[in-house]
C-alpha cells in the first residue's frame, strides 16, 4: 500500500458522521481521510465557475461606470473670452452735433455669476464648457456702449455733460445643447443731468439660434462665443440707429 496505516480516532469518525448526515455542511474534506488524501494545491489562476442565466463580468461593469466619469472630466473646461464691439462693414454715421456724453453704469440683473456669459451642456443638460468674460458683465457692456457710440463720432464726457446713459442687463447669454443660441436683452435709459430725469426708456433684445453639430465635450467654444459677440454687437447696432435714442442725445431738453 502506498499509505501507511493509520489509527483512525474515535473523534474524527463521529465528525465526519455528523457531516454527511448534516445536508446544511459541504462535504468538502473528511477529517478521517486527511492521513490517506494529501491536501491539493489550489492553482493561482483557477479557472471562473460559471453559472446559469445572466452573466456579470465585475470589470466590464467597473469600466462602464467610470467611462462616463472620465469624459466628464476631461471635457469640463473654462474659456475665458473677450467681446469688443466691431462696427458693421457699412457703418452710417448719423449723429451730427451731438455733444459727448456720460456713459454711466450698466446693472447686471441676470441673477448669475457676473462673469458668465454662457456653456455648451451635456445631454442631460449639465455644463460641461463654460465661457467667461475677463471682467463683468456690467463692465463688458458699458465698455461696448462706448466704444459703439465713439465708432459713430459721439464721445464720452470727461466732465459735466447735459445727458446719460444708463442701462440694465436683462438677459445675456449664450449655450450649446442641440442649437447654439445668443440672447441679449438690454434696457437703455438717458438721464438728463444734474437733476437725473428719464427722458428715454427703451428695451432693446436680439436672439439668434443656429443649427450645430458635435455638440457635448466636441462643442467648440470659440464658435458659441463668436456668436455672443454677433448677437451683442447686434444689439448696440439697433440701439445706435434708433431716431428716437439720437435725437434725445442731440436736444436734450432743458431741466
Known sequence: SPFPPVLLSRENLIGDL????????????LKSLRPYCPRRERPRNPPSRRRK????????????????????????????????YKPPEKLVVRAKRIQPVTIGNFADNRGT???????????????????LADKPVSELV?????????????????????????????KLDCSYLFNREAHVHLQVNVLSLPARTV????????????????????GDTDHLTQL????????????????????????????
Open 199 to 218: 427722458i428715454f426708456s427703451k428695451f432693446y433684445g436680439t436672439d439668434n439660434e443656429e443649427g450645430g453639430r458635435g455638440a457635448g465635450i466636441l
Open 53 to 84: 442565466g445572466f452573466q456579470v463580468n465585475k470589470s466590464k461593469m467597473l469600466r462602464l461606470l467610470i467611462s462616463p466619469v472620465l469624459l466628464l472630466m476631461v471635457g469640463c473646461s473654462t474659456q475665458v473670452a473677450s467681446l469688443r
Open 18 to 29: 455528523r457531516m454527511v448526515l448534516d445536508p446544511t455542511r459541504p462535504k468538502i474534506f
Open 142 to 170: 458699458r465698455a461696448a456702449f462706448v466704444e459703439a457710440l465713439a465708432a459713430r463720432k459721439i464721445s464720452e464726457a470727461t466732465a459735466t455733460s447735459r445727458v446719460a446713459i444708463e442701462g440694465t442687463i436683462v
Open 113 to 131: 455669476d457676473p462673469y458668465l456669459l454662457g456653456a455648451i451642456r451635456g445631454g442631460v443638460g449639465i455644463d460641461l464648457k463654460k465661457i
Open 228 to 255: 455672443q459677440q454677433r448677437t451683442l454687437n447686434q444689439t448696440l447696432d439697433k440701439v445706435m440707429i434708433d431716431p428716437a435714442f439720437l435725437a434725445v442725445l442731440t436736444k436734450p431738453p432743458i431741466n
